[in-house]
């Protein structure tokens, strides 16, 4: 381990003016798994804006497991991000699947999430490490501690050092909850790297009435913060519907992280 191992310091990772992942305050970044339509977002923004949630999330490029599924908006998808992002003032997350939509992507967002699905696409994490914005890198759907760290490093050897980890869970052989949430390596993540690290605890248990106590355990764990997803209509949600939480479980989660967050 090299520019990720813990020289004493923790890194702070700024997604805009106001918000910064790995300093006192947790993050919460929200949305729906897909932006859907314009109407979607407008209505998640101005419901999440008034709570302490500090990003909005929301897939225009979605790496779904069938190709026949439901595959993102595209760039009409980034053009809705972007306009909610002035509109609202609130920082953007949203997925990057290849090198070849880096640059729509930088243009329209505050944060580029690299899935699941391609944390050890080599060739993109090399290319990310030459962006200047702050890279979501979530954990491999079966990597190691080892090789998530590895994973970071190819970004930050590149020369982009504004990395943040995500824990997501990892299969296992109970899907009963769609994987296992691993607060364990949480903890090591915090004590081996001076990266900020943050938990999504929706694509981790994959049941929407899962995932209000482990988002809880996970601040308890010591996260910086939490990317978690919701809808106006959780079960018309077009992906991941079954995880999705109302905005009003949104809002009411965020209020009870903060006491949480006070007690560690
Ligand atoms: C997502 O955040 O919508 C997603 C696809 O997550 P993951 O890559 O962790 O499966
Ligand atoms: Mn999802």
Not at 148 to 166: D, H, K, P, R, T
Request: a neutral charge; one cysteine or more; proline letters at 5%.
């Amino acid at each position: 381990l090299a520019i990720a191992s813990h020289p004493n310091h923790q890194s702070i990772v700024k997604l805009s003016e106001g918000v910064a992942i790995g300093g006192k305050e947790i993050v919460i970044i929200a949305g729906p798994c897909t932006v859907e339509n314009r109407l979607q977002m407008e209505t998640v923004a101005t419901k999440l804006q008034l709570s302490p949630i500090q990003a909005l999330r929301g897939g225009a490029y979605k790496p779904r497991t069938s190709p026949y599924a439901f595959q993102g908006l595209g760039l009409e998808g980034l053009e809705i991000l972007s306009a909610i992002r002035h509109k609202y003032n609130m920082p953007i997350v949203t997925e990057v699947m290849c090198i070849s939509q880096i640059e729509d992507i930088v243009a329209h967002a505050d944060m580029l999430q690299v899935g699941s699905r391609n944390m050890q696409n080599f060739d993109l994490l090399k290319a990310l490490g030459k962006v200047n914005k702050p890279i979501l890198l979530k954990r491999g759907l079966a990597a190691t501690i080892e090789e998530f760290v590895m994973a970071a490093e190819y970004i930050l050897s590149e020369g982009n050092s504004q990395v943040v980890l995500c824990e997501r869970g990892v299969r296992s052989f109970d899907n009963y909850t769609r994987n296992i949430l691993d607060l364990g390596a949480v903890v090591a993540l915090k004590q081996i790297t001076h990266l900020p690290v943050i938990v999504d605890p929706s694509h981790a248990v994959g049941k929407r009435e899962l995932v209000a106590p482990l988002a809880k355990a996970a601040i308890a764990c010591g996260a910086d913060g939490l990317i978690i997803e919701c809808h106006p209509q959780p079960e018309k949600s077009v992906s991941d519907a079954r995880q999705a939480l109302s905005l009003e479980d949104m809002v009411a989660l965020v209020h009870s992280l903060r006491l949480v967050a006070a007690a560690v």
